[in-house]
């Protein structure tokens, strides 16, 4: 299916076969493309190149399509990776976490840094970090194929 050329987000690199590779929703999605372009929000003198996510109900394109500035998928991905190693030592505590030192990790960036902590704010964080825990465990081919990929393309970029 060809992605919208039309609306405020303008395309440049796409993905339009995302919906075979959709993970655990693969052939069943309603994400069917990815694409990184020109955001929809750029003011005039000012652009900014975002990654969207383009949804189709069967009808059309749907307004839960997300587009993400660049910086902030990467972010996302400093996040999931951290999160992942934390996962890994994570039966070391009863409830897989220590409610006294919830902070996972400070990862400098631009001059501050980036908290990532478990969010003792949840009051169903015991059940529900069981439950994140066993989604990894159970995801961890998929997710793992596609760090794989990301780790040798980073390699090759000379990162």
Same mark, same amino acid.
């Given at each position: 299916? =060809?992605?919208?050329?039309?609306?405020?987000? =303008?395309?440049?690199?796409?993905?339009?076969?995302?919906?075979?590779?959709? +993970?655990?929703?693969?052939?069943?999605?309603?994400?069917?493309?990815?694409?990184?372009?020109?955001?929809?929000?750029?003011?005039? +003198?000012?652009?900014?190149?975002?990654?969207?996510?383009?949804?189709?109900?069967?009808?059309?394109?749907?307004?839960?399509?997300?587009?993400?500035?660049?910086?902030?998928?990467?972010?996302?991905?400093?996040?999931? #990776?951290?999160?992942?190693?934390?996962?890994?030592?994570?039966?070391?505590?009863?409830?897989?976490?220590?409610?006294?030192?919830?902070?996972?990790?400070?990862?400098?960036?631009? +001059?501050?840094?980036?908290?990532?902590?478990? #969010?003792?704010?949840?009051?169903?964080?015991?059940?529900?970090?069981?439950?994140?825990?066993?989604?990894?465990?159970?995801?961890?081919?998929?997710?793992?194929?596609?760090?794989?990929?990301?780790? =040798?393309?980073?390699?090759?970029?000379?990162?």
């Amino acid at each position: 299916m =060809k992605l919208p050329t039309t609306l405020k987000h =303008k395309p440049v690199v796409v993905s339009e076969n995302y919906e075979q590779v959709d +993970g655990r929703l693969a052939q069943n999605t309603d994400a069917k493309g990815l694409s990184l372009g020109l955001a929809q929000w750029n003011d005039r +003198g000012k652009v900014d190149i975002s990654a969207k996510v383009w949804r189709y109900t069967g009808e059309k394109w749907s307004r839960q399509s997300e587009e993400l500035p660049l910086h902030r998928v990467l972010d996302l991905s400093i996040l999931i #990776c951290r999160s992942l190693a934390y996962f890994r030592e994570a039966y070391r505590y009863e409830n897989l976490y220590d409610p006294q030192k919830p902070v996972i990790d400070r990862i400098g960036l631009q +001059g501050d840094a980036m908290t990532v902590a478990i #969010c003792t704010d949840n009051e169903k964080i015991n059940e529900d970090i069981k439950l994140f825990s066993q989604t990894l465990s159970e995801d961890d081919e998929m997710i793992s194929e596609r760090l794989r990929t990301l780790a =040798k393309i980073l390699r090759d970029m000379g990162y």
